[in-house]
């Protein structure tokens, strides 16, 4: 990765340190280290957690309602095989876009699975087990109203953090789901780069057209985070002029974690990309993705969940991380706190 990414890595120390600012905590799918993800309960207990986003992957229905599901298919978290069986595509995935609302309001959703030998296998065993309790997709509206209630009798202020998912997709299905997104916020409230949210697409194009002419026409403006993964399209933001092109129409990046510390490092030599530095220098905040506590996860260069946050958060220097475990991570930076010198 390290050739291909902008320069030379950096090797560090673990005495070295970063400038300490305010970090922020962003439930990805809602506390879905407990819960099945992006569930109502999972966004009601990483709120109670602490979190100070909660994270809205968003596609499109039949009937142009927009919903919190990771996946604009529907096999992989539901029992949609079972009560639609004969509605699979030629690909044999099931497609959000071909139910209607109330349709896939009466599929149960249960923690994410892959199938083998004709039987679900959970993809983390360890979490909420498969088939127990009972639990429905929701609209994004359901879950702005869920936060903004929350909000209210418990006075906070925990922001959103919508992803429109494939928008090209959509729009090969006659959908334009980032206009129908905007709409739904802006009637919400969510109109100013200072309302608790960011916006979030992994599509360049989109997400430029979205800053160029969505929020102008909208009479919006919105903090934008450009996702990133470790792909040939991805290449040319990764260099400095990339980075300054990107924070033309971006605030922030989400790029994989190992898009910032090479996974070969080592606890004692831990190889930071230049990513970091190209990405803060244009100004844009990093929000990397995605934290979890299980041990056959988390990279060799850290020794525990605790340890992979206090490199990322204080020696490489984000600004905030996606994680399953909200509770954790609050905690963590709880603690930092305390131990934080004081003037």
Known sequence: MSN???????????????????KIVIAHRGASGY?????????AMAYAMGADYLEQDLVMTR???????????????????DIFPNRRRKDGRYYVIDFTL????????SERFHWKDGKKIAVFPDRFPLGKSNFKIHTFEDEIELVQGLNISTGRNVGIYPEIKSPAFHKSEGQDISRAVLKVLKAYGYSRKSDRVY???FDPVE????????????????????????TKEYMPFLSQKGMKDLAKFADGIG?????????????DALQITPLVKAAHDAGLEIHPYT???????????????????????????VDGVFTDFTDLTVNFLKEKNKDAPTK
Do not use: W
Request: glycine letters at 4%; aromatic letters at 6%; one cysteine or more.
């Open 35 to 43: 819960l099945p993800e992006h569930t109502l309960a999972a966004k």
């Open 102 to 109: 109330a349709e896939i309001q009466t599929l149960s959703v």
């Open 4 to 22: 291909l990414l902008i320069g030379p890595t950096l090797s560090y120390g673990k005495e070295t340190m970063v400038k300490q600012h305010k």
């Open 255 to 267: 790029p994989d974690k190992d898009m910032l510390v090479l996974t070969q490092s080592s606890p």
């Open 207 to 230: 997400l430029k057209h979205i800053h160029d002419d969505l929020l102008p026409e909208m009479g919006m403006e919105l903090k934008l985070v450009q996702l990133l993964e470790y």
């Open 63 to 81: 009937d142009k309602k927009i919903i919190v599901l990771h996946d604009h298919h529907l096999d992989a978290v539901t029992n949609v095989k």
């Open 291 to 317: 934290f979890r506590r299980e041990k056959e996860i988390i990279p060799a260069y850290a020794k525990s969940y605790e340890d992979l946050l206090d490199i990322f958060f204080f020696q490489v220097g």
């Open 199 to 201: 916006l979030q697409c």
